[in-house]
């Protein structure tokens, strides 16, 4: 037999975003850099947010202000799962960044949990996006006009893993001596010149060094194709910004 006195209380703990998809808390348009915080654990596993990208952009998620470990999913649409980054809650954790088409996608936040045990922490979720230059087409027929050739052109634009290739249609009054080249690389990219059937006439690799050679040459007149175009490999592809300069300088024919 004994006496006691019975202390209780409840701390309330925040749940502002949806559990689901379709509960999830719409951010609208990531345009800039946005600051959100809330919870999960045993009893809120899963935290939604729908976001969406007018245009291709350089995505960033990181989560701080961690109690314990954690997890960042981004799912598109059709609830694929496009990245996932692990956040131990140490100084060692990186953000999650990478490239995405514009689109409408969803970010899931959610708690570590094994057999025996779960985590339960609150977080500081970050997120932004910066926009991707993509002014020219990805297909011969939806390639950038840049109309006569004569004199020098110059464009700056981007191709990696989610817009591999650029298009540019060019004419040929006369037969000419052409010269392209490509700079402001980050990484290394191609330039293939086609004609109107769509035959390989040359091609130019550029590693962004200073040991980069321009791509010269003569064409009869006529209208062409240069497609600008990263470089990829089985496990990585390169991801670069780049400045084209194009021109053409007229060839006697007496």
């Keep these: 037999n004994t006496p006691y006195q019975l202390e ?5 703990i925040a749940d502002r975003a949806g559990d689901t998809e379709e509960d999830a808390k719409k951010v609208g348009n990531l345009n800039q850099k946005l600051t959100i915080t809330d919870w999960v654990g045993d009893i809120d596993n899963y935290d939604y947010y729908q976001f969406s990208l007018q245009e291709n952009s350089i995505v960033n998620f990181n989560l701080s202000g961690l109690d314990e470990a954690a997890y960042i999913h981004i799912y598109d649409q ?3 799962s496009l990245k996932s980054e692990y956040f131990s809650g140490q100084d ?10 514009s689109g409408t996608y969803y970010a899931r936040i959610s708690n570590s949990s094994g057999w025996y045990s779960q985590t339960n922490t609150p977080y500081e979720l970050e997120m932004s996006a910066v926009s991707i230059a993509d002014n020219s087409g990805n297909t011969i027929g ?3 006009d840049v109309g006569i050739l004569k004199g020098n052109k110059t464009f700056q634009d981007w191709v990696g893993d989610i817009d591999r290739y650029d298009y540019y249609q060019f004419e040929l009054k006369e037969d000419s001596r052409i010269n392209f080249h490509l700079s402001g690389l980050d990484d290394a990219a191609y330039i293939h010149l086609y004609n109107q059937n769509n035959e390989s006439l040359r091609s130019e690799y550029f ?3 200073d040991t980069d050679e321009p791509m010269n040459f003569n064409l009869d007149s006529g209208t062409y194709y240069a497609r600008i175009s990263n470089s990829s ?3 990585s592809q390169t991801n670069t910004p780049y400045n084209l300069e194009m021109s053409a ?3 006697a024919d007496k």
């Design 8 to 12: 209780a209380s409840a701390t309330e």
């Design 249 to 251: 300088v007229e060839i």
């Design 78 to 80: 059709n609830n694929q």
């Design 92 to 101: 060692t954790d990186e953000p999650l960044n990478f490239n995405l088409n």
């Design 233 to 235: 490999g089985w496990y």
């Design 207 to 209: 590693s962004g060094q």
């Design 142 to 144: 939806e390639a950038k």
